[in-house]
């Protein structure tokens, strides 16, 4: 899904449908697009673990997180040729004994996105979910508190009931007496 897809869904909530025009820039859209991003944070940070595995250069046992290609939450795991290599995470780099192009496996913060880019969640994160958290922090960041509370406890009811596996319940057969 686009971020577009679920603040046209949040506008249609919120009966805002004459008041945003996503295609002309203003303080509406601009709001909508941050209230976007921070739930897209949100969801990635307390919900969905973004990960991805991607070739790093190592110098001196030390690849800086600012040669991953997303911001680095945790790492992994580092394997070079000879399989995984220890590794310590500092606040500026990963230190491993290890030179040359290794794969690391980490978790990443999504980077913002824009109206067209897609939101990196799982397929089971609709639109609508990620709407209604939408609508919950702009009812938030324009005072609507009210609104921003029942929005809320959809969004988080949503997001909560999806993070939560449930493993069917096998119930005894029983006799009627």
Do not use: W
Request: one cysteine or more; charged letters at 25%; a negative charge.
């Amino acid at each position: 899904m686009k971020l577009k897809d679920a603040i046209l869904r949040s506008v249609y909530l919120l009966g805002m449908e004459e008041e945003v025009d996503l295609a002309v820039d203003g303080l509406k859209r601009n709001r909508l697009i941050d209230c976007g991003n921070s739930v897209y944070a949100e969801i990635a940070g307390q919900y969905v673990h973004l990960k991805t595995v991607e070739p790093i250069e190592f110098s001196d046992g030390r690849a800086y997180y600012t040669d991953f290609g997303f911001p680095v939450r945790e790492i992994l795991s580092v394997k070079d040729n000879r399989g995984e290599v220890p590794f310590e995470m500092t606040p500026t780099y990963v230190a491993a004994k290890t030179a040359g192009t290794v794969e690391v496996r980490y978790v990443y913060h999504p980077l913002p996105a824009g109206l067209e880019d897609d939101l990196l969640l799982p397929p089971q994160y609709t639109e609508h979910i990620v709407a209604q958290g939408i609508a919950a922090e702009y009812c938030y960041r324009t005072g609507l508190v009210d609104e921003a509370i029942f929005y809320q406890a959809r969004f988080e009811s949503a997001v909560t009931n999806i993070a939560r596996r449930i493993r069917p319940a096998n119930l005894p057969a029983r006799k009627l007496l």
